[in-house]
């Protein structure tokens, strides 16, 4: 199974809608919550650049934050 943008698109529309199904290639999928949407995005993601040969950021998602303690 070839994953494509089409497949993103279609998990990005849903968030947008606050819809819980989205059809991927004529099957359609349920999914309890948005942050299980969003999990699976993150997951399709990761897939698609792998199949076109890109490597993930492994600091994707960190946030840092300094606090000097001065007020």
């Known amino acids: 199974m070839a994953l494509s943008i089409n497949d993103l698109d ?3 529309m849903a968030l947008v809608s606050g819809e819980l199904s989205v059809e991927i290639d004529g099957r359609k999928v349920t999914y309890r ?3 299980e ?7 399709l993601g990761r897939k698609i650049a792998a199949q076109e040969g890109k ?3 492994p ?3 960190i946030v840092t934050a300094v606090d000097r ?3």
């Open 55 to 57: 490597r993930a950021n």
């Open 59 to 61: 600091l994707a998602g």
């Open 37 to 43: 949407i969003q999990k699976a995005r993150r997951f």
């Open 10 to 12: 279609a998990l990005d």
């Open 69 to 71: 303690g001065i007020r």
């Open 33 to 35: 919550s948005v942050s």
